[in-house]
């Protein structure tokens, strides 16, 4: 298993899943109700860069690794997950919004497994929709987490809420576009 700067950055990812869920479950009498939310967002935020930092890094250094490769996307579903349900336990996010975005990652991470079995694993490939699904949630999530106005006119949790519906709906079409990608192969009808 390579360890580099990419990597560490991955895996500080990880690492911010417990403290995220600290913040919000250890006792609070240390912290307001705005002071947990506005960290959670800033802890949130500062992942969703590594996300995108870790990869123009691996890139950028030639430090692009398979292990990298497994573990950037495990790290994004797994801090994703882990705030969807502190919000699905705070009651800021409806609970088919969470089935139906934690459904589809199990769903899809289990598909590109078995595609890459068959030997076809770049007919689910990353596509458009699936980043602009990515970007829907990293997007909302934040928002939801501060749950407070901005500027005094800004609503976060109604944006948010918006966000993450419209990140629903990319996510059901990210899922049906890579179902449909790879009925060929699993019907036996590759090209």
Not at 67 to 89: E, H, R, S, T, Y
Request: glycine content about 4%.
């Amino acid at each position: 298993m390579p360890f580099n700067l990419p990597i560490a950055l991955t895996w500080l990812r990880v690492a911010a899943i417990p403290l995220l869920l600290a913040i919000f479950y250890l006792p609070n009498s240390w912290l307001s109700p705005f002071d947990q939310n506005l960290f959670a967002t800033i802890l949130f935020v500062s992942a969703a860069i590594t996300d995108w930092l870790d990869g123009f890094l691996a890139r950028r250094l030639k430090q692009e690794s398979a292990f990298g490769q497994f573990l950037d996307p495990v790290a994004d579903k797994l801090i994703v997950a882990a705030a969807l349900l502190v919000l699905l336990n705070m009651d800021r996010v409806q609970v088919w919004v969470a089935l139906v975005i934690i459904g589809r990652e199990i769903t899809i991470s289990a598909l590109r497994e078995w595609m890459a079995l068959l030997g076809a694993g770049r007919s689910v490939a990353v596509h458009l929709v699936g980043k602009l699904k990515t970007t829907a949630q990293l997007i909302a999530i934040p928002f939801l987490l501060l749950n407070d106005t901005l500027f005094g006119w800004l609503n976060c949790a109604r944006v948010g809420t918006w966000l993450i519906w419209v990140a629903a709906f990319l996510t059901l079409w990210s899922m049906f576009y890579y179902l449909q990608k790879a009925l060929p192969q699993l019907s036996g009808k590759a090209n």
